[in-house]
């Protein structure tokens, strides 16, 4: 691990997200979730980054999520998942970055959760690209995923300049879970869903105060 300047952070990677709702998802638009609730799961996985002079460039966190209702209006009761390769030092600033201390975008984005349950640590895999790979958190999240193909020479459909867009113009790749379960009785949280969607799109995020 190596230390940075700045009590902000500068955050860079891709955004997944999987749920219960039909393809393509319309909370990724600022649309009510199909059914009026949603059982979803968004990982950050950082290729790049800092957050309070700390590197946590290489990690993943997750946020596991049941979201009664519109997702930008908040309530979410989430389950927070932290990469266990992750030190102590890379942990706490994971932590004071997404849990809104730090302040800017990310607190905007602590403020959707009306009941945080849980901080976890877990080995997590995120092995996916365009909507297509795998996702686990294990013994808690286990997630193959698909891409959906919108043209005869396989291109991924993709959707531009969302509710969820951190970069302008970078397209969110759409696809579909071909399985997707969530296992934390413990927390009140298990639930089992196929052919949902799917969304994976380049992410940046930074605040210096």
Avoid at 137 to 146: D, W, Y
Wanted: net charge negative; charged share 20%.
């Amino acid at each position: 691990m190596t230390t940075t300047t700045g009590p902000g952070y500068r955050l860079e990677g891709t955004m997944l997200e999987i749920c219960s709702c039909e393809v393509p998802c319309p909370c990724f638009i600022g649309e009510d979730p199909d059914g009026n609730e949603c059982f979803g799961v968004i990982a950050f996985h950082l290729d790049s980054g800092h957050a309070h002079g700390v590197d946590i460039s290489g990690l993943t966190l997750m946020n596991v999520a049941y979201i009664p209702g519109n997702a930008l209006a908040g309530g979410w009761r989430s389950v927070v998942l932290i990469d266990d390769k992750a030190d102590d030092a890379q942990h706490e600033a994971l932590m004071e970055a997404f849990g809104g201390k730090l302040g800017g975008p990310l607190a905007d984005l602590a403020g959707l959760i009306g009941e945080l349950v849980a901080v976890e640590r877990v080995p997590i895999e995120y092995d996916t690209h365009q909507a297509q790979g795998r996702l686990q958190a294990k013994g808690m999240v286990e997630a193959e995923l698909m891409p959906i193909q919108s043209s005869p020479d396989g291109t991924t459909a993709t959707i531009h300049d969302s509710a969820f867009t951190t970069i302008k113009g970078e397209p969110a790749y759409i696809g579909k879970s071909r399985r997707y379960q969530v296992n934390l009785p413990q927390y009140d949280m298990s639930w089992s869903f196929e052919g949902r969607n799917t969304m994976q799109t380049a992410w940046r995020m930074e605040h210096q105060p």
